[in-house]
């Protein structure tokens, strides 16, 4: 009985110490850190105080994410916490981390249109149901639509990417789960980009598959409670006007699905599966895409991703990923500005990130996501140009226009500042390009944060 007593003194003991120990770490506030090497992204900022958002209480929600984002050795004690329990249990070949969500059903990718047919030839007004774009419409010409707060797009998209992972072997894949108010608001802002853009640039639209919807059966999909992508990307595209291009990348990744056209430890495609996409876009477009054998090849060697880092799994670290990429013909010089307002002209459209750490290679990639990059084609003299309005996977299809246009401009939806419409005119803007995932172009952030920019 005395052993007993002391046991559980010792343990009340060594629980009282750690929480006493995370409680002074917490208060350590000059060690709070800004970014996440892990997650590739800027954490939380701590609150500015006002009177109102403290009635309001939003001061007090704000605080909570900033302590739980910024907690001093936060990635070093969840990777402990998964090194832990990757110790027990019995594992299988096959897993699902997080687990699954709740899909909305998927229309036929006509209904749209066989809707709006309906309701052309009604009488009643009132017997009207407006689908959520309308809501979304009706919300912008109210003027109650805002861009997103950065902070809470990279959390939206932050849970997102890295929810509901399905790991297979040493592969992990995102399952996309269809939201239809989201599709619609996304389509919906596209619409309004052609509609004030009509007569004066061409806009396009590449929703791009996760690697789930291309390298997955569909039935394996469908186990997950997932929805079909190749179907969703259609739904999507049924919903545009006629002044919206849509780019069909879907049958050329399928063709090609052999070759190393996604990351098996990121959600990424890699360059190569870009390329494919790019090559789609060049049909829509009507010209000559660039050819593989006329590009320099290169190799940065080994790379281990988002996927990785979230799941810690030594089956990937035992097979790592790598980065390739192609560099562009005319050239490899780009002009930047970082989230700081600072302008250079000493970057590289692809970077040798050959030494970099492991976990960030795919910096290569016109540096990652910025507010805007600029890159000028000398070997090109007739005016085009095209801003890329893009997700993170746009990282990877930017290189690819190089040597189509004269002038690309890069925008990533997080950070650019401008009005669309407002930078097209000022550029002389022939076309802009969409490219965003179909997990964060149906996740309820994009559109919102494309409407606010109008």
Aim: aromatic content about 12%; glycine content about 8%.
């Amino acid at each position: 009985m005395r052993k007993l007593i002391k046991f559980r003194r010792a343990g009340v003991i060594s629980a009282a110490f750690v929480l006493a120990f995370g409680a002074i770490v917490g208060l350590l506030f000059f060690a709070r850190p800004t970014t996440s090497e892990v997650e590739k992204r800027t954490l939380t900022a701590k609150p500015a105080f006002t009177w109102s958002t403290f009635w309001s209480g939003e001061y007090f929600s704000d605080l909570a994410l900033w302590y739980s984002d910024t907690y001093p050795l936060r990635e070093q004690l969840v990777a402990a916490d998964q090194k832990l329990s990757s110790l027990h249990g019995i594992k299988t070949d096959t897993q699902m981390i997080g687990g699954t969500k709740q899909a909305d059903e998927l229309p036929p990718a006509d209904a749209q249109k066989k809707d709006s047919e309906a309701d052309g030839e009604s009488g009643d007004e009132s017997e009207k149901k407006p689908t959520s774009g309308a809501s979304s419409r009706a919300k912008r010409e109210r003027g109650e639509v805002e861009v997103p707060a950065q902070e809470v797009m990279a959390e939206a998209i932050q849970n997102q990417v890295l929810d509901g992972l399905y790991v297979k072997g040493d592969a992990a894949y995102n399952i996309y789960y269809f939201s239809q108010e989201a599709v619609e608001e996304y389509a919906d802002a596209i619409n309004k980009v052609a509609e004030e853009l009509e007569g004066e640039a061409t806009v396009y639209s590449l929703v791009a598959p996760n690697a789930s919807g291309i390298l997955l059966s569909d039935q394996e999909v469908k186990d997950l409670g997932g929805t079909n992508q190749v179907d969703a990307i259609e739904y999507f595209y049924s919903l545009y006007d006629d002044g919206v291009h849509p780019i069909d990348s879907v049958p050329k990744l399928q063709e090609h699905d052999d070759e190393y056209i996604f990351f098996r430890t990121d959600h990424h495609w890699t360059a190569l599966g870009a390329y494919y996409a790019y090559v789609a876009f060049c049909e829509e477009k009507g010209i000559e895409p660039e050819n593989l054998d006329d590009m320099k090849h290169v190799n940065f060697g080994d790379f281990l991703g988002s996927l990785y880092s979230q799941l810690n799994s030594a089956e990937m670290a035992a097979n790592p990923d790598y980065v390739e990429a192609w560099i562009p013909n005319g050239t490899n010089k780009m002009r930047l500005w970082d989230q700081d307002g600072t302008v250079s002209d000493d970057y590289n459209v692809i970077t040798d990130t050959s030494d970099w750490d492991i976990t960030g290679k795919t910096m290569a990639f016109i540096m990652g996501d910025q507010p805007l990059q600029k890159i000028e084609n000398p070997d090109i003299d007739d005016g085009s140009t095209c801003l890329l309005i893009k997700d993170s996977f746009g990282d990877f299809f930017a290189p690819w226009l190089v040597d189509s246009y004269q002038t690309v401009y890069v925008g990533d939806f997080r950070y650019f500042e401008s009005n669309i419409d407002d930078f097209v005119r000022e550029n002389d803007v022939d076309d802009v390009i969409f490219c965003n995932n179909v997990t964060l172009a149906g996740g309820g952030v994009v559109g919102p944060a494309i409407l606010g920019r109008l």
